[in-house]
């Protein structure tokens, strides 16, 4: 892309739609995109599909493409954070992505999460910064009802462990999450934060799921987020990789059930999932 013109400042992309960030175009990727962090996990999430290809790559910006058992479904990673994690919403939603499910890892704030136990998010406290860029503290982060039940049910279907609630997404993974800095720095204003979100309800930490939850509600998208917990800040434990494989396995069965919802509600002319669409569902499958 080195040299090329784009089409204004404003607008960083090619007349075929390519993405300056991620350089995707319409028709490189699904409807339903996982969105993991890192983009090694792309391609272990792609190692799950019956057919998969990589579609494109740049900066921390992987793209896999391919199908899981039938279904056209893509795999981006946003980086760590908020900001990066933002651009790889923006630039998906542009060329038709509609339906974004972040499959990542996280540190539990209660004992009764095991470490390799999976969450999955009902909604976010934004405690980050990018959110804000887009829209006053006091809207709210919510993830999307089918995209959370579909997650709900592919746990169930696996038989993995999973709890469901609320998440603080924070832009520092140390001092923003009450992990000592360097020097064992800690402003007085993080003393205490893991008490605080315990007492409100909050079940973990992680860094993105507030922006995503955010951006597809203002952007009428569909998001949910399932995180492996592989740190818990009440027991000191920390496994690196506990769960993840299980996370993946959800995520992408939970694209298989939704792109299934979506067809009957499609069929039924119905604008939303709700108990008598999915008893119809069951009965499809069969059960
Ligand atoms: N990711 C986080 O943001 N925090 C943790 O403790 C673990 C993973």
Redesign the pocket.
Known sequence: MAGRKLKSASVPETEEKMQYHLRVKPGDVSRYVLVPGDPERVKRIASFWDKAWEVAHHREYLTYTGYYKGVLISATSTGIGSPSTAIAIEELARIGSDTFIRV????ALRKEIDIGDLIISTGAVRLEGTSKQYVTPEYPAVSSLDVTLALIEACEELGVRYHLGLTAS?DS?YVG?E?PGYKGYLPPFNKGLVDFLKSVGVL????EAATIFTLANIYGLRAGSI?A???N?ETEE?VVDAGVDDAIRAANEAVKILSEWDELRSIEGKKYISPSLIKKWFERRGY
């Not at 990542?104 to 540190?107: I, L, M, R």
């Not at 973990?204 to 860094?207: K, R």
Request: charged share 15%; net charge positive; proline share 0%.
């Open positions: 990542g890892t996280t540190g924070t993974f999450q992990r973990n930490f992680e860094m995180c917990a592989i740190a800040r920390f």
